[in-house]
């Protein structure tokens, strides 16, 4: 009972219930039960860790999605504008055909070019807000890698956790002895404590 880990009893009598069981931190009736229950507290810790992973691809697909959104609108947006800016200079075109006729070739020369650099401009614009638009969603989807856990272990950090699934974050939680599971991106390595110093302060 005065154990600092949690003791776990499977005697194997059925039919008994013994000092040990009363003491443990859990019984089972048998070896096996307990074993199941391991098993159990494993497969649980497995579900949690891949619910959070899929939280977060959930995260990130959302805001994927809205920042698709948020360009569609503005490509219609630009699109409309463009085709009324278009309009605008047809009519514009069409008066300047009437005019024209009346007018030096002088005038149709400079009323061309006038047109072009406007056609230009209105290219450079459309393409200019294109461009800052999918920087932007770039920018968002290697934030979203960022944060991917899976992407943090690829990247060479580990995650330590104590036999009882919590992750270890100061040297204080592991006394000499304990047994620690660390996960890795590609596996987990289950190692055993011979030595631990706590940097000093200052």
């Known amino acids: 009972a005065a154990m600092d880990k949690p003791v776990l009893s499977g005697i194997g009598h059925e039919i008994n219930l013994s000092v040990t069981d009363l003491t443990a931190h859990t019984f089972a009736k048998t070896p096996t039960a307990v074993a199941q229950f391991l098993i159990a507290r494993v497969d649980a810790f497995l579900t949690e860790l891949e619910a959070r992973r899929r939280t977060v691809l959930d995260l990130a697909q959302d805001m994927l999605d809205q920042q698709n959104a948020r360009l569609k609108r503005r490509a219609g947006l630009l699109h409309n504008s463009t085709l009324g800016y278009l309009k605008e200079h047809q009519q514009k075109m069409i008066l300047y055909r009437e005019v024209l006729k009346q007018r030096p070739q002088r005038f149709l020369t400079d009323a061309r070019r006038s047109l072009d650099l406007a056609a230009t401009g209105l290219v450079r614009a459309a393409g ?15 934030m979203i890698a960022i944060v991917d856990p899976v992407n943090t272990l690829k990247r060479g950090f580990s995650i330590t956790r104590s036999s009882n699934g919590g992750a270890v974050t100061r040297v204080d939680q592991i006394p000499v002895k304990a047994t620690l599971v660390t996960q890795l991106s590609d596996g987990e390595i289950t190692s055993r404590v011979t030595d631990v110093k706590k940097t000093p302060k200052g």
């Open 128 to 142: 200019t807000r294109v461009f800052n638009a999918q920087e932007k969603l770039k920018a968002y989807e290697k």
